[in-house]
T-cell receptor, first 117, second 114 residues
Framework: AQTVTQSQPEMSVQEAETVTLSCTYD???????LFWYKQPPSRQMILVIR??????QNATENRFSVNFQKAAKSFSLKISDSQLGDTAMYFC??????????????FGQGTTLQVKP | ETGVTQSPTHLIKTRGQQVTLRCSSQ?????VSWYQQALGQGPQFIFQ???????GRGNFPPRFSGLQFPNYSSELNVNALELDDSALYLC?????????????FGEGSWLTVV
């Protein structure tokens, strides 16, 4: 079974600074996707960034980038130039590929990020 | 806006009752998944429907059941409600069940069981 662990329940950062959220996962699968989702107070889960495990290059989306270490099973999210609108709960999630691919997301426990003015 | 709408947004039920939650997926999306998110926790996969058939199920008892209709809208039914069923229930839709398809979430239905 796959598990996803986020060891930082809460984090804070000053506006315009950089923050890194940690995520580790455990799987025996070789082919999978990893995701970071943002959940603001509206509760709607929004995709921030995703990484295909077969790609060595780290994914980047504007101010958001990941550090994907497949051997270490680590997948951290870096937010640069933090903005007040980044305040939210962030979830790391795993999805395996394969014949029984149901598109099932396995989420971590979440990290609450507060961006301070 | 993701185009995924859920109803009702909030509801309160008594232990032992039954509840039906509804989800209207984004136009053209034939795959719907349901997740349960307890307060302060990450969402947990309940089940997925693809073209009206159940296409995978998480570790939830049979009293959690679902339906997907020909227009791809979906229902989540929970019978014999327990206090631990109190949670945010999220619906997610995608075009196809494949992992390469972007998943869009609704804003959820808050269920409180008293």
């Amino acid at each position: 079974a796959q598990t996803v662990t986020q060891s930082q329940p809460e984090m804070s950062v000053q506006e315009a600074e950089t923050v890194t959220l940690s995520c580790t996962y455990d799987t025996s699968e070789n082919n999978y996707y990893l995701f970071w989702y943002k959940q603001p107070p509206s509760r709607q889960m929004i995709l921030v960034i995703r990484q295909e495990a077969y790609k060595q290059q780290n994914a980047t989306e504007n101010r958001f980038s990941v550090n994907f270490q497949k051997a270490a099973k680590s997948f951290s999210l870096k937010i640069s130039d933090s903005q007040l609108g980044d305040t939210a709960m962030y979830f790391c999630a795993f999805m395996k590929l394969g014949s029984s691919n149901t598109g099932k997301l396995i989420f971590g426990q979440g990290t609450t990020l507060q961006v301070k003015p | 806006e993701t185009g995924v709408t859920q109803s009702p947004t909030h509801l309160i039920k008594t232990r032992g009752q039954q509840v039906t939650l509804r989800c209207s997926s984004q136009s053209g999306h034939n795959t719907v998944s349901w997740y349960q998110q307890a307060l302060g926790q990450g969402p947990q996969f309940i089940f997925q429907y693809y073209r009206e058939e159940e296409n995978g199920r998480g570790n939830f008892p049979p009293r959690f059941s679902g339906l997907q209709f020909p227009n791809y809208s979906s229902e989540l039914n929970v019978n014999a409600l327990e206090l631990d069923d109190s949670a945010l229930y999220l619906c997610a839709s995608s075009l196809g069940a494949g992992v390469g398809n972007t998943i869009y979430f609704g804003e959820g239905s808050w269920l409180t069981v008293v």
